[in-house]
């Protein structure tokens, strides 16, 4: 059974920074494109970076300049850190990723930024 578990979530202020997490486990073959997505209270799930596994990038236009997705094939892990912050991008974020030609989403972990 394949898991991806985030970590890194937490309460920020304006304008810090936090790194997130995603480890995928369990028997795994292979991993193609991951990503990460993010839902608001009373908003959709969007898309807010991916990354393939030849580390093409790929960001909305809010993160651009802010966010760097990247990853360790080695740990089967995808990092986002995130810069400068702000109130609106408070939500839980996921990642998700296409492993063993399936996909799979994490569990999700709170960001949480005060102004």
């Known amino acids: 059974q394949v898991q991806l578990v985030e970590s890194g979530g937490g309460l920020v202020q304006a304008g810090g920074s936090l790194r997130l997490s995603c480890a995928a486990s369990?028997?795994?073959?292979?991993?193609?494109?991951m990503g990460w997505y993010r839902q608001a209270p009373g908003k959709q799930r969007e898309l807010v970076a991916s990354i393939t596994s030849g580390g093409s990038t790929n960001y909305v236009d809010s993160a651009k300049g802010r966010f760097t997705i990247s990853r360790d094939n080695a740990k089967n892990t995808v990092y986002l850190q995130m810069n400068s912050l702000k109130p609106e991008d408070t939500a839980v974020y996921y990642c998700?990723?296409?492993?063993?030609?399936?996909?799979?989403w994490g569990q999700g972990t709170q960001v949480s930024v005060s102004s």
């Open positions: 369990g028997s795994i073959f292979s991993i193609n494109a």
């Open positions: 998700n990723g296409q492993i063993n030609w399936l996909l799979y």
